[in-house]
């Protein structure tokens, strides 16, 4: 295995974990819950996180070869997402009209936790920094660590 193969399989291992940690992190210590666009770009992280894990164990460097650059384009996909919910967040374009609130509870408490649950909205970045949200942090981390990944794997050794 080269190092340039080994780098390209840690980074499609680890960038989606690092960024699936910073989501959940995000959500559970710092209390920003998720829009539906938000949870639409975990769900290709999570995808490229089994991915290349599983490329962890196969033994055939073609296979994995292959496994690695299938979880390239999940990340790419996430950051595609980002970058649309990041538009939408900025106002460039129209975003869709689903949106979440956290509800939890049951029986006689249902009702007053679905009253006060906060409706959490795709087109208001709830957190920013130097004017980039977490949607368009993930579109710039996870678009060009694909880019990344795919230009070590295509750089590589032909099998």
């Known amino acids: 295995m080269t190092a340039k193969y080994g780098t390209a399989h840690w980074l499609a291992f680890l960038l989606p974990a690092s960024l699936l940690a910073g989501a959940y992190g995000s959500q559970y210590i710092g209390g920003l819950y998720p829009c539906e666009m938000c949870w ?3 769900y290709p992280h999570f995808e ?3 991915i290349a894990f599983i490329a962890f164990f196969v033994g055939n460097p073609a296979y ?3 496994l690695v650059a299938l979880a390239a384009l999940g990340i790419l996909t996430s950051g595609l997402i980002g970058g649309f919910h990041a538009g939408v ?3 460039w374009w129209e975003g869709l009209t689903a949106c979440t609130s956290t509800i939890s509870g049951s029986g006689k ?3 007053d936790s679905i009253m006060n649950a906060p409706l959490i ?3 208001v970045a709830p957190w920013t920094l130097f004017g980039i949200s977490l949607a368009g942090y993930n ?3 996870s678009v060009g660590g694909a880019v990344v990944i795919l230009v070590l ?3 590589m050794p032909k099998i």
Do not use: M, N, S, V
């Open 121 to 123: 909205r795709c087109d």
């Open 89 to 91: 967040e900025y106002g």
């Open 109 to 111: 408490d249902l009702l």
């Open 40 to 42: 639409w770009q975990r």
């Open 139 to 141: 579109f710039l981390l």
């Open 153 to 155: 794997k295509w750089k």
């Open 64 to 66: 994995r070869h292959a």
């Open 48 to 50: 490229a996180l089994g």
